[in-house]
């Protein structure tokens, strides 16, 4: 069974920074398809920012030059930078992950692996 543990979520103010962190179990994280999903109220749930496991980083443009996608293999943790956060930001926020090598696109359906969320909120 493969777990993912989200950390690092918090408030902050526009233009501001935070790093999340999603912790896997199991799997090697640098083996497969890891994504980062947001979901704010009454929206639904959006990708933000994916990795493959040749390392491939893909970004939708809400997020692009902004978020930054990273991972340490030796720690099987995946992490996103968010820079110059702005208050369109604030939501929960998810680490994916599906057993494939190249991830599929942003239809959460086609993630297996889901962390229990993290709140992110930014204030104007």
């Known amino acids: 069974q493969v777990q993912l543990v989200e950390s690092g979520g918090g408030s902050v103010q526009a233009g501001g920074s935070l790093k999340l962190s999603c912790a896997a179990s199991?799997?090697?994280?640098?083996?497969?398809?890891m994504a980062w999903f947001r979901q704010a109220p009454g929206k639904e749930r959006e990708g933000v920012a994916r990795?493959?496991?040749?390392?491939?980083?893909i970004y939708t443009d809400s997020v692009k030059g902004r978020f930054i996608i990273s991972r340490d293999n030796a720690k099987n943790t995946l992490y996103r930078q968010m820079n110059s956060l702005k208050p369109e930001d604030t939501a929960v926020y998810y680490c994916a992950a599906t057993l494939v090598w190249s991830c599929l696109g942003w239809d959460p359906n086609k993630y297996d692996y889901w962390g229990q969320g993290t709140q992110v909120t930014v204030s104007s």
């Open positions: 990795m493959n496991g040749d390392g491939t980083r």
């Open positions: 199991v799997i090697a994280s640098s083996a497969y398809c």
